[in-house]
């Protein structure tokens, strides 16, 4: 595998690039990131989803699958694998545990009965998980929830130190 990552931002504090899982989202703010890295030779793209948007009603659980149905069709007619990534801990302090694990855990439940399957290389279920201080502990429950669901490859990823800063 070799590619990128393509993040969502939210829209606050945010120029005119963003990337929205909520009610503009567009395909084409994926479309133009993913074309590009099939143009540089990639074949693989980690894609970071936002529970967020689904906690605060922004749009509802199958709204969210469907966007990414449509991203992973796109994905998978271009021949990009995916890295999936359900959630990004960024919103630990702004999203219950309980909202999060039925999130990600349905989301990964529709993904799997997709035609694009073939095309999940792994979900990371927990987006830099230690580096924001999310605990393991809820980890393991979100983890748990997702095995249910799938056998595919699952971790939690986790890059430098611990976060040192506090929650506000």
Sequence with gaps: MYG???FPHHSK????EQIEWNANFQLRHF????DYLK????NCAKILGEVWYVHHRHVTLADYCAQW??????AKSIGLY???CPFTPLTLWDVPLDSVVSTVSGLIAHMEAQSYADYITCYDI???ARTFGFPAAEVGL?????RKHTARAMCASWSGAPAGYDTH
Excluded: H, K, S
Aim: net charge negative; charged share 15%; hydrophobic share 55%.
């Design 13 to 16: 504090g945010l120029g005119a």
């Design 142 to 146: 979100i983890y748990n929830a997702c």
């Design 39 to 42: 143009a540089m030779g990639a």
């Design 69 to 74: 149905d449509q991203v992973m069709a796109y």
């Design 31 to 34: 479309t133009d990131r993913l």
């Design 126 to 128: 927990a987006e830099e």
């Design 82 to 84: 995916v890295y999936v």
């Design 4 to 6: 990128a990552m393509i």
